[in-house]
């Protein structure tokens, strides 16, 4: 019998049980289209208070599961549940009510034609919640909150600088106060010496207002930082989970080890770390069949070339590989490391 991942005591705010999504694309003007899987049987248990990573390469699926998730585009199969329901039987608002995003560009997810107290105020509008003074103050409350002036609310976000726009997507997501925020490369588009304020900035929001957090991200240091759990994407699936702690000291999969090891290090004399994935990414228009991560991995056997590997709990976790299903190989694989 097949649990769903979030069954037991504690059940999840935010759950993707068996979820698939399947596109037709257009590969040539005479050709004819073909079927790309962007995400592939993923199941996904978000709890209160948690802050869960994701990270994988481009392409790999993770902003279309992002927006699965937020009930933006629905699944192909599989299901989402948010606290207990299926989404697609909830009223849009009550998913908006509970589960908001922070997208990645400040820039363009701001309407430029809107000052910023009608952007973060928009939500109020909807909901109908009180006159206009009251919801006025509410944002000025909302603004002051996440490091504006109330002096900017009558400024457009041209105006405003790359920080302080990303300040005023947060304030609008949170206006309504959202128990789940899904948080899409929330720094990548910010000067490095504004990412830490906001990702600071983050941190005292989920402490302040007991929020749970969705956290997508290229940059493993501020998924480190962050996350107190991890999923590792690959190819449409999640090949790893594991708290954040133990998949940054031991990973599992050969692919979180790749990925780890990609990081840069201020050592002087090491230069830049030799990964072994090569360097194109992979095709998610053509994946291998068994393994999809066999043609990239240092410890490929003959059966990772023809058979899907199954989930293998580990530290509280999975990952998804043949070495753990062959633990003979894998104790060797460790030694030899």
Do not use: W
């Amino acid at each position: 019998m097949t649990t769903a991942p979030g069954a037991g005591p504690e059940a999840p705010l935010l759950e993707a049980y068996g979820v698939s999504r399947t596109f037709r694309v257009s590969t040539g003007v005479l050709r004819s289209k073909r079927m790309l899987q962007a995400v592939d049987g993923v199941s996904l248990a978000i709890r209160r208070g948690e802050v869960v990573g994701l990270v994988g390469e481009s392409g790999c699926g993770k902003t279309t599961l992002a927006r699965i998730l937020l009930g933006l585009l629905p699944p192909t199969e599989g299901e989402i549940r948010l606290t207990g329901k299926a989404i697609s039987t909830l009223p849009r608002r009550t998913v908006a009510g509970l589960v908001q995003p922070v997208f990645q560009d400040p820039y363009s997810s701001l309407n430029p034609r809107k000052s910023i107290g009608s952007i973060i105020g928009l939500p109020l509008r909807v909901e109908g919640g009180g006159n206009a003074p009251k919801r006025r103050t509410q944002v000025e409350e909302m603004m002051e909150r996440v490091g504006l002036s109330r002096h900017l609310y009558d400024n457009y976000p041209s105006q405003l600088s790359g920080g302080q726009r990303q300040r005023v997507a947060i304030a609008r997501a949170l206006i309504n106060r959202p128990q789940v925020v899904i948080c899409d490369e929330p720094t990548s588009a910010l000067d490095v010496s504004v990412q830490s304020q906001i990702l600071n900035l983050l941190q005292e929001l989920r402490r302040d207002l007991g929020l749970t957090y969705l956290l997508i991200s290229h940059n493993l240091a501020v998924v480190d930082h962050m996350a107190t759990r991890v999923a590792v994407m690959y190819l449409g699936r999640i090949v790893e989970e594991a708290g954040t702690d133990a998949l940054f000291q031991a990973p599992k999969h050969p692919y979180t080890q790749a990925l780890l090891a990609s990081v840069l290090t201020p050592e002087p004399g090491l230069g830049v770390p030799d990964t072994h994935l090569g360097a194109a990414y992979p095709n998610p228009l053509d994946v291998p069949a068994g393994c999809r991560f066999h043609p990239r991995c240092v410890h490929v056997m003959e059966r990772c070339r023809s058979e899907s590997p199954q989930r293998c709990p580990e530290r509280g976790g999975f990952v998804e590989c043949h070495l753990y299903n062959n633990k003979e190989h894998a104790r060797s694989i460790v030694r030899a490391d």
